[in-house]
């Protein structure tokens, strides 16, 4: 099956038994985000995050 991702608007073409697209099928709603994308989010998550906890914590390690 085809699918869209939410964020770069690229098509992608997943296997129909991955379990990905199982859900997709089920809840159409439950948008695909590729792996690029994906990677993008993980990314700046944990850049936040380690924004914050640089912020939080002292820096004499
Ligand atoms: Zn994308």
């Known amino acids: 099956m085809n699918v869209k991702c939410i964020l770069c608007e690229k098509i992608e073409s997943i296997d129909d038994d991955t379990l990905i697209a199982k859900r997709l099928k089920n809840r159409p709603i439950h948008t695909y985000m590729c792996d690029e994308c994906h990677d993008r989010i ?6 936040r995050l380690a924004a914050r906890s640089a912020e939080t914590q ?4």
């Not at 993980?42 to 850049?47: G, Q, R």
């Not at 002292?58 to 390690?61: C, N, R, V």
Request: glycine share 0%; hydrophobic share 20%.
């Open 42 to 47: 993980t990314k700046k998550a944990l850049d």
């Open 58 to 61: 002292p820096e004499d390690e």
